[in-house]
């Protein structure tokens, strides 16, 4: 009397009631929307905390787009086919679905975030004496990038410019050295960055010459 239906495309079912007297007859349509492989399009892999834009795509011309961050949809975060979003650090998990006319779900797609931003530390001494020379160590505080560090031209640094350790000599001509570099990771991150030395000045020497006196 009540039969249960689960087709897998638009059907169409007909019924005859017959109580043995009358008899009337009807139908009903079940609608299958089609199942609809979408696409979100975008960088997964960010430099910076700067808006990026994801796209999705697959669905109908009338289709609306749901984004959210959980896979349960319980948060929208925003309706339409194009999502500006930014993550500050770490990585982040976004996800899309659509309707059609508002009858069933359609498709689902995700796209991870990961925000790959260089972190440059460089150490060592902050004051450096003529004639002395002193060790500069350039490092990302994140253990797992891949450091590419180029240091820029400069005659105060006495070693190969392409590492992220050089040695540094000061001359008496300078007042302060600055020490520019361009690192990169293993994702195509950049960063550019400058270390000032400042010269100091060493104390003075004592005189511990002896002078004779005739007798």
């Known amino acids: 009397s009540n039969p249960m239906a689960n087709p897998d495309t638009t059907t169409t079912y007909s019924v005859i009631i017959d109580d043995g007297t009358c008899q009337t007859q009807g139908e009903v349509t079940v609608v299958v929307g089609d199942y609809i492989e979408l696409n979100i399009t975008g960088d997964d892999t960010v430099c910076s905390s700067e808006e990026i834009v994801l796209e999705a795509s697959g669905a109908s011309m009338n289709a609306v787009y749901s984004w959210s961050d959980d896979p349960n949809f319980s948060n929208i975060l925003f309706e339409g086919?194009?999502?500006?979003?930014?993550?500050?650090?770490g990585?982040?998990?976004?996800?899309?679905?659509?309707?059609a006319d508002g009858l069933c779900e359609i498709g689902v797609d995700?796209?991870?975030?990961?925000?790959?931003?260089?972190?440059?530390?460089?150490?060592?001494?902050?004051?450096?004496?003529?004639?002395?020379?002193?060790?500069?160590?350039?490092?990302?505080?994140?253990?797992?990038?891949?450091?590419?560090?180029?240091?820029?031209?400069?005659?105060?640094?006495?070693?190969d410019l392409d590492s992220s350790t050089i040695q540094v000599i000061a001359f008496e001509m300078d007042?302060?050295?600055?020490?520019?570099?361009?690192?990169?990771?293993?994702?195509?991150?950049?960063?550019?960055?400058?270390?000032?030395?400042?010269?100091?000045?060493?104390d003075d020497v004592p005189d511990y010459s002896?002078?004779?006196?005739?007798c």
């Open 210 to 214: 002896i002078e004779a006196e005739e």
């Open 81 to 89: 086919a194009q999502f500006n979003v930014s993550i500050e650090e």
């Open 110 to 159: 995700s796209i991870t975030l990961t925000n790959y931003q260089l972190d440059i530390q460089v150490t060592g001494e902050s004051m450096i004496c003529v004639g002395d020379t002193i060790e500069i160590v350039a490092n990302d505080g994140d253990t797992s990038q891949m450091l590419d560090i180029q240091w820029e031209g400069n005659p105060n640094i006495i070693s």
């Open 91 to 99: 990585s982040q998990t976004y996800y899309v679905t659509t309707e």
């Open 175 to 202: 007042d302060t050295i600055r020490l520019n570099y361009t690192a990169n990771n293993q994702f195509e991150c950049e960063s550019n960055g400058e270390y000032v030395l400042l010269l100091g000045a060493r």
